[in-house]
């Protein structure tokens, strides 16, 4: 479980932004991370029992500032993805974890040109199955609206007069899921966020069909 301390951590770290007052309290740190490593594992072997994820990711808290007008050497959260087996199984998990801005985020942030297109593509086809998807509610009362940045009319090569074109000139396909710091407390935080992680798997199960077949549903692989 996500211990109190480690969101005090983080709390403390975000108004105190510098390297010499990390280096001072180091170990508080690794502490922090040591927990969020063995939360994220524990994540990764429930995801396993349902899912065909072959790898989990924390990533580091030192910010690369080399190109950034925001020089703060270090990020304010822990940050950790589950990555499906591809190519056969498309999409994926991530977990943020930062006091007063917890989520669980998933689906396909920045598509390749082929798989954007191909997605668009399909949209263009026959977007029914992509709405019936979105549009249950059950699937909307765990993971709200699809999100996602998008071009202000169409796409090249595509009609900005189309019915599907909300959907067609979306650029990235996620949903996010907020949790308060007292849900990341508990100690079934785990479990709550596997739960829905699972209420994404038909949006999952539909995208990997597409990515891997053409438009006339011969398989790719």
Known sequence: MISKETLDFLKTLKNNNQRDWFNEHKKQFRTAEAEVKHFADALFAILRTHD??????????YRDVRFSADKQPYKTHFGMTFHRQKP?????????IEPGNS?????????EKEDLNRIRKEFEADDSEMRKIVNDKKFQAVWGLLKGDE?????????KDHPAIDLIRKKQFIFTRN???KEVLDPEFAE???RSFRAI??????MSDVLTTDLNGVSLL
Do not use: C, E, M, Q
């Open 179 to 181: 949790f308060t710091d």
């Open 88 to 96: 056969k199984f498309r999409g994926g998990y991530y977990l943020h």
């Open 192 to 194: 709550k966020a596997d």
């Open 151 to 159: 071009v202000k009319t169409a796409p090249k090569g595509f009609s």
């Open 201 to 206: 798997r038909s949006y999952f199960d539909y």
């Open 52 to 61: 065909d994820v072959d790898r989990v990711k924390l990533f580091r808290i």
């Open 103 to 111: 989520f669980i985020a998933t689906g396909f942030w920045n598509p």
